[in-house]
């Protein structure tokens, strides 16, 4: 007599043979109405001198049940992780009035005033600025002067190289720094500001600090 576990096993091996039909369906997984049928096809095609006994179609069920119970028991932990997720995002509008400090390089004029801009020095260095358009190309150096380790933000009057005054916009900055070994210093760049508002960008929320725009994930500190 065919058993069920014979069936699941060629099921499982990657195909089984549809009654009324020599094509071989393939199936990588045994879902419960696979099970169903594999058990109804062990029924109807059992020997009718070897019937299966009482205790093995019992026994089977209980499989069945138990197949079942574990599917909607994976339902529900999916559910319960993806609601963990949610949770464990932060609302983006909670950061509006906000100042935050993010990872960075961005500079901006507004009505000619400089917005944003700041480096964290390791070490005491003599610093040099760039300043670069949208385009990449470098319009302004900044001397900045020997400067303490630590935290700088960066002071520039809006214009290039030549004493032009540039258009509202935003701008990116490099800093470069040297000890008094003449040793390159790193100097991460920052941005840093109050929270106006929030913006989306392919579905994505980005926060608005003055006309700079900051992914949330790249938000290091957070104050009143």
């Known amino acids: 007599m065919t058993t069920l576990t014979q069936l699941e096993s060629t099921k499982q091996g990657g195909s089984i043979f549809t009654e009324g039909s020599s094509s071989v369906q393939k199936k990588t997984t045994l879902g419960k109405d696979e099970f169903l049928k594999l058990l109804m096809a062990q029924l109807k095609h059992q020997d009718p001198l070897s ?3 009482s205790t093995e179609f019992t026994s089977q069920l209980a499989q ?3 197949l079942e119970q574990l599917m909607q028991a994976n339902q529900a932990l999916s559910e319960i992780k993806n609601s963990l997720s949610l949770q464990g995002k932060d609302n983006p509008l909670d950061y509006v009035g906000r100042k935050v400090k993010a990872a960075g390089n961005a500079i901006a004029l507004k009505d000619h005033l400089t917005e944003g801009g700041a480096y964290l020095l390791d070490e005491d260095a003599q610093v ?3 300043i670069y358009n949208g385009q ?3 319009i302004r150096r ?3 002067g020997w400067q303490s380790k630590g935290e700088h933000g960066i002071s520039w009057d809006g214009r290039d190289g030549a004493g032009r005054e540039l258009q509202d916009g935003a701008y990116t900055f490099e800093v470069q720094a040297r000890n008094a070994r003449g040793a390159s210093v790193s100097a991460d760049g920052y941005v840093s500001g109050e929270v106006t ?4 960008q392919n579905g994505e929320p980005v926060l608005m600090v003055g006309s700079r725009m900051i ?4 938000i290091s500190e957070v104050t009143k």
């Not at 508002?197 to 989306?200: A, D, F």
């Not at 992914?215 to 790249?218: I, P, Y």
């Open 51 to 53: 019937p299966m006994e």
């Open 64 to 66: 069945f049940n138990s």
């Open 128 to 130: 040099s600025i760039s």
């Open 136 to 138: 990449g190309r470098e």
């Open 142 to 144: 900044i001397d900045g």
């Open 197 to 200: 508002g929030v913006k989306y």
């Open 215 to 218: 992914k949330q994930e790249k």
